[in-house]
């Protein structure tokens, strides 16, 4: 295993007070492998809608600024999103789009994993293959497997403690953020 604490980064697609990507997001400490530290990414919440016409006539906003800067720092970035009409939500999509206009991108070569968790039975596993793409568009290096779908997600979360009630998903989990540690050292910057 690493030598060195890996710092990963989780970035939330949920807005919702409340939410259970949130949820999932808030447990990963508790269930990372010895020498992996999880923190919260600075948020997108106030980030314009992306155009190009706003960031040729002020540069980028000090949000999408502090975003990239923390995802370019990351040695990894975990994704804990919901699924929206079968895709990314919007608001998602919009900061990955301003981040990606950033000079030196930050996610070209960085180490990437997936989560997600829905009301729907496939657990968000449409909106992961979208996100899978636009990390390929960008350069990252997304890890493979194990997949973290959490699907009927308000039957596996306790919505009032925040707590993954389902042992099977929370030993996906483990198993994800293992291969997540051992990825980073394999193929992350500096590698
Ligand atoms: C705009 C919108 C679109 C949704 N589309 C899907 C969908 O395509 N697939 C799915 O499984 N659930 C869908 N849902 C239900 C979400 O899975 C559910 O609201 C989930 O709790 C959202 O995640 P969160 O709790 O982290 O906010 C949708 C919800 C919203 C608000």
Redesign the pocket.
Known sequence: MADRTLNVMCICG?P?RG????MVMNALPGLAPAGMNITEAPPFSEFPLYNADVQEASGFPPPVQRLADAVRAADGVIFNS?????SIPGGLKNAIDWVSRVPNQPFAGKPVALQS????T?G?GRMQYDLRRAMIFLDAMTLNKPEIFIGN?STRIDAKTGEITDQQTVGFIRQQLAAFAKFIVQHGPGS
């Not at 919901?82 to 079968?86: G, K």
């Open positions: 949920s919702r939410s259970y990507n949130r919901p699924e929206y009409n079968f968790a829905a009301n729907g496939l968000g997600c």
